[in-house]
């Protein structure tokens, strides 16, 4: 057996027994960006330079330095918003903030796709009358993340996005006393 060979039956091998662990579930949660959904793009980073040539404005250091700047004067926050983000683009006019972020927001919009293996367990899930939910540890506001999921097929019973709760440990409690799921019935993938 080659290597091709070895990767695909380890694959579906990983596939059958993910589909076993929802047969057990009566809640599948599933991580958004980069499982659920995946960039057009070799980096995440790479969506700042595409903002950049669009808009003509000094935007990927900029954007990726307030980032950063943010990040490093509140360690005590888990995640962080794009509008936190924007707020440490001090050299910036609000007028080019908010051009630059509507940009950002298209650019995320539009490279932004299903994952062909996750869409399939998501639509597995939907088959045997799961409840789904998405989760993200992401910048971007909830309404965006909805719209990117609804792009790429997917329904959601509902989307939690972490810039909304103070930690991503009380966002998955909120989420397991939210729908009364016992220990047990919740999957996360």
């Not at 980069?34 to 980073?45: A, E, F, G, K, Y």
Request: charged fraction near 30%; aromatic fraction near 10%.
């Amino acid at each position: 057996m080659d290597i091709k060979q070895t990767i695909i039956k380890s694959r579906v091998s990983s596939l059958l027994e993910i589909k076993k662990m929802i047969d057990g579930a009566e809640v599948v949660t599933f991580d958004i960006f980069d499982t659920l959904i995946t960039r057009d793009v070799p980096t995440p980073v790479d969506l700042f330079t595409i903002v950049q040539s669009r808009s003509g404005l000094p935007f990927t250091d900029v954007r990726h330095q307030a980032e950063v700047s943010l990040r490093a004067a509140h360690p005590e926050w888990e995640e962080v918003t794009l509008d936190q983000i924007y707020s440490y683009m001090t050299m910036i006019s609000e007028e080019d903030k908010e051009r630059l972020k509507a940009e950002e927001i298209r650019a995320e919009l539009e490279y932004c796709n299903a994952n062909p293996e996750m869409k399939d367990l998501y639509e597995y899930c939907i088959e045997n009358g799961k409840k789904v939910y998405a989760i993200s540890d992401m910048y971007l506001p909830k309404h965006v993340i909805e719209e990117i999921l609804k792009k790429a097929g997917y329904e959601m019973a509902a989307v939690y996005v972490s810039g909304e709760f103070t930690s991503m440990e009380y966002m998955h409690s909120d989420g397991r006393k939210s729908y009364g799921c016992q220990q047990g019935q919740w999957k996360a993938l």
